[in-house]
């Protein structure tokens, strides 16, 4: 039996990763790390356990009594405008959290094989002519965001240099689909879509910049990509999970409209702004592709309307509640 560990499965990308791995692999056992008590994937064989990663006591006795042999590592705080507000939960969170899970790891002796999902917004700010950015683009973050991530990655080559571990690191570009926060753009859009259509609030969505231009990949595809890296991929290499289309947000949202059952207007909130947000932002997915055969299978209209059903559902449940 594969023992696999997921830190972050609690959250938007966790949970369709547990959901993956069940469907795609047998004779599988899970351990789900996280800070919610009720998990949105329950599953036969998915142990789940409320831990913070920062606790490193209470992480160590977990993974040495399930002593894993994949680690997927995705607990994060994973705002870039979060990471404005408060840029010290976000480096306490990703970098100091990460170290305890290698330390711990490295303490036990264990021979495992780790992913650790990493972000597109350590390219930072590039011109169009750089755009698709492939894996070899250089690395400007230009967000406390961005920053931890960079630190993440380089403490993950770090180690597999120092000990010869396998380890394997994502840069996924935006991702998007039933059940992500709404801090992130499509998710907002489809939540205010579901309140103006339940008459929860004026018919009016209220938006940032539309003019950014954004590679979009559905979040079941993304966790595709990442058990596949495990099952067949090299250690020591980063890769792009990306769609390599990109799309200006406001021809996203003129799709989401079209989605919708009411009439709405649209009106800029200085609030949505970023202090610095990146005007294109489009990946090559060339090296993952050539690799292990991966690429986007699910339709973007898909992706949304999918994102507008959850939000529908969880206002309906909300009033009816």
Not at 169 to 176: E, H, L, S
Request: hydrophobic letters at 40%; one cysteine or more.
């Amino acid at each position: 039996m594969k023992r696999v560990l997921i830190t972050g499965a609690d959250g938007f990308v966790g949970s369709h990763l547990v959901r993956e791995i069940f469907s795609s692999l047998e004779d599988v056992e899970i351990l789900g790390i996280g800070l919610k008590k009720n998990p949105p994937c329950v599953c036969e064989s998915f142990k789940y356990t409320v831990l913070d990663i920062l606790d490193k006591e209470s992480l160590k006795k977990a993974i040495s009594s399930f002593r894993p042999d994949w680690v997927f590592h995705l607990a994060a705080q994973p705002s870039v405008a979060l990471s404005w507000r408060d840029p010290w939960t976000t480096y306490t969170t990703n970098v100091h959290g990460q170290l305890n899970l290698f330390e711990i790891i490295r303490e036990e002796g264990l021979e495992v094989s780790i992913h650790v999902a990493c972000s597109s917004e350590e390219y930072g700010i590039a011109s169009p002519e750089e755009m698709p950015l492939a894996e070899n683009a250089p690395l400007r973050p230009c967000s406390h965001y961005a920053v931890s991530k960079v630190a993440q990655e380089y403490l993950a080559l770090m180690y597999k240099e120092a000990f010869c571990w396998r380890v394997i690191i994502t840069r996924g570009f935006n991702q998007a689909g039933p059940g992500q926060s709404e801090d992130f753009v499509i998710s907002s859009f489809a939540r205010q879509i579901a309140e103006i259509e339940a008459g929860l609030i004026p018919p009016v969505i209220r938006v940032g910049n539309l003019q950014a231009e954004r590679d979009f990949t559905d979040v079941r595809d993304t966790v595709r990509a990442y058990r596949m890296l495990m099952e067949l991929a090299k250690g020591g290499s980063v890769y792009n999970v990306c769609s390599g289309t990109g799309r200006k947000i406001s021809d996203v949202l003129d799709m989401m409209l079209e989605f919708a059952r009411v009439d709405m207007k649209v009106e800029p909130d200085p609030l949505r702004q970023r202090p610095s947000d990146i005007p294109v932002f489009i990946g090559d997915n060339s090296l993952i592709k050539e690799e292990i055969g991966w690429e986007p299978a699910i339709p973007f209209e898909k992706t949304l309307l999918d994102t507008i059903e959850f939000w529908r559902n969880r206002v309906r449940a909300k009033t009816q509640g």
